[in-house]
């Protein structure tokens, strides 16, 4: 007598449930990042740099990664952490008056408008030494493991990462670039740091080499589409909604996908990017990369 088959029936993956567990131990973990107070009030801007608002996408990426490499935890929350106080100093430096001279962040005044041009320097500065103090614990994390964790984090924020990026982007205020030359800006300004933090929750454990290089392309993909949404948010929507000045880009005369390419070619090129990531994803082999696919999903469709 033959046996019924019974199809396996994948469950659908909720995401809000699995970010509000997640993010509720990133903030945990952030605020005892913060335990000890830095001197003459540094350590309230470095406070107020991080936290109250952001999307938290980077440490999102770094804890998915991991769980679909069934990695380290331990290893994976200190470097989602880390991984954000880097973006948090990048703002903080962004947005004082020598780079994009910008006075709303996250809906709230910027760093150097609340506590001056000296304490936001001084605050970015603070935040990217925490970073590697927290990847780098005496104890529970391996030696090889923190090492390799360092090494990601610091070329994707360095001079082949964001801060290359970022001086690509003030050197061509008011001059015109290629789709190239846009791609390869971005790809270093806002692309390393994602590629990163999902290179990084894969450093947690131990993939194979091709399910390694599936999760850089898809990470690769997912920072490209991550700033061409930006550039669309940036033109269909205002600044409460943003938590940022809207329209700052074309007021500065900058460069954007939707100067180069249009409005709707630049929402199609971003849905294509979300194919490709989302491909990249079923190229990797690995059994369970749900939070990743729905985090490139959400990226895409974003309002905000």
């Known amino acids: 007598m033959e046996r019924a088959v019974t199809a396996v029936v994948a469950t659908p993956f909720a995401l809000a449930p699995w970010m509000a567990a997640q993010l509720a131990r990133v903030e945990a973990a952030l605020e005892q990042a913060f335990c000890t107070?830095?001197?003459?009030?540094?350590?309230?801007?470095?406070?107020?740099?991080?936290?109250?608002?952001?999307?938290?996408?980077?440490?999102?990426?770094?804890?998915?990664?991991?769980?679909?490499?069934?990695?380290?935890?331990?290893?994976?929350?200190?470097?989602?952490?880390?991984?954000?106080?880097?973006?948090?100093?990048?703002?903080?430096?962004?947005?004082m008056p020598c780079m994009d001279n910008d006075v709303l962040r996250r809906g709230k005044p910027t760093v150097h408008v609340q506590f001056g041009q000296a304490q936001a320097l001084l605050a970015g500065d603070a935040l990217?030494?925490?970073?590697?103090?927290?990847?780098?614990?005496?104890?529970?994390?391996?030696?090889?493991?923190?090492?390799?964790?360092?090494?990601?984090?610091?070329?994707?924020?360095?001079?082949?990462?964001?801060?290359?990026?970022?001086?690509?982007?003030?050197?061509?205020?008011?001059?015109?670039?290629?789709?190239?030359?846009?791609?390869?800006?971005?790809?270093?300004?806002?692309?390393?740091?994602?590629?990163?933090?999902?290179?990084?929750?894969?450093?947690?454990?131990?993939?194979?080499?091709?399910?390694?290089?599936?999760?850089?392309?898809?990470?690769?993909?997912?920072?490209?589409?991550?700033?061409?949404?930006?550039?669309?948010?940036d033109v269909t929507q205002d600044s409460a909604t943003l938590g940022k000045t809207a329209g700052k880009d074309a007021a500065a005369a900058k460069p954007t996908y939707v100067s180069l390419m249009g409005l709707e070619p630049a929402r199609a090129y971003a849905a294509r990017l979300l194919d490709e990531a989302q491909a990249q994803l079923a190229a990797s082999g690995l059994a369970d990369t749900r939070a990743l696919a729905a985090l490139a999903d959400m990226v895409v469709h974003r309002s905000h």
């Open 128 to 233: 990217q030494a925490l970073a590697f103090e927290l990847l780098t614990p005496e104890a529970g994390v391996a030696p090889a493991v923190q090492a390799r964790l360092c090494r990601l984090l610091a070329r994707a924020a360095g001079a082949e990462g964001m801060a290359g990026g970022q001086a690509i982007d003030l050197a061509h205020v008011g001059r015109a670039m290629d789709e190239q030359a846009l791609r390869r800006m971005h790809a270093l300004k806002t692309g390393a740091l994602l590629q990163a933090s999902v290179e990084m929750g894969a450093a947690c454990g131990a993939p194979p080499a091709a399910a390694w290089a599936a999760l850089a392309r898809y990470g690769a993909a997912i920072g490209l589409a991550f700033q061409v949404v930006d550039d669309v948010l």
């Open 37 to 95: 107070e830095g001197p003459a009030g540094l350590g309230e801007a470095m406070r107020y740099a991080v936290q109250g608002g952001g999307k938290r996408l980077r440490p999102l990426l770094v804890l998915a990664a991991c769980e679909a490499v069934g990695g380290q935890p331990e290893a994976a929350l200190r470097a989602a952490c880390a991984v954000e106080l880097i973006h948090a100093y990048s703002l903080v430096h962004d947005d």
